[in-house]
């Protein structure tokens, strides 16, 4: 007999927006490079990472007081309107959410809207607003005009 290992979980979605001073092409790249600093990927310890469709990605976020893996596959990456891919973490309790990042001109500027679904509805799932919240204003920081 099989034991089931994820118990039912009530799931749920967010969507997190945010205009950035950048062209749609521009976020795009910004998204998908470890390099860049507005992105979840950027300062983590472990990384593979080639954005593909179908291609695995793994990383390692680490704080002073954890080490959290996060794993996933790319389901669509359409240059330069939007990025698809699955994400498993402990936060997920091991559900495979779906990331969806579209991006789309505003004037001279991007609207990006993060679309996260089948998150556990429960709080590790609803941190992840705060989490997603915290990466964006990152990434609309790096593209903000600079004051001397």
Not at 22 to 34: F, I, K, N, T
Not at 92 to 100: I, Q, R, Y
Request: glycine share 6%.
């Amino acid at each position: 007999m099989i034991q089931r290992v994820i118990p039912d979980v009530k799931t749920m979605e967010m969507t997190v927006r945010r205009t950035i001073p950048a062209s749609p092409g521009e976020v795009y790249d910004a998204w998908l490079d470890p390099k860049h600093p507005g992105n979840p990927w950027h300062d983590s310890d472990t990384r593979i990472f080639e954005p593909r469709v179908d291609a695995l990605y793994y990383f390692v976020h680490v704080t002073e007081t954890w080490r959290r893996p996060h794993f996933g596959r790319f389901l669509v990456l359409d240059r330069p309107n939007m990025v698809q891919q699955t994400l498993m973490s402990l936060s997920s309790l091991g559900l495979e959410s779906v990331l969806t990042v579209s991006l789309a001109p505003h004037g001279a500027d991007t609207l990006l809207t993060l679309h996260h679904a089948n998150l556990p509805d429960e709080e590790t799932g609803r941190l992840h607003e705060q989490g997603w919240g915290h990466y964006l204003g990152l990434l609309v920081a790096c593209f903000e005009p600079k004051h001397h």
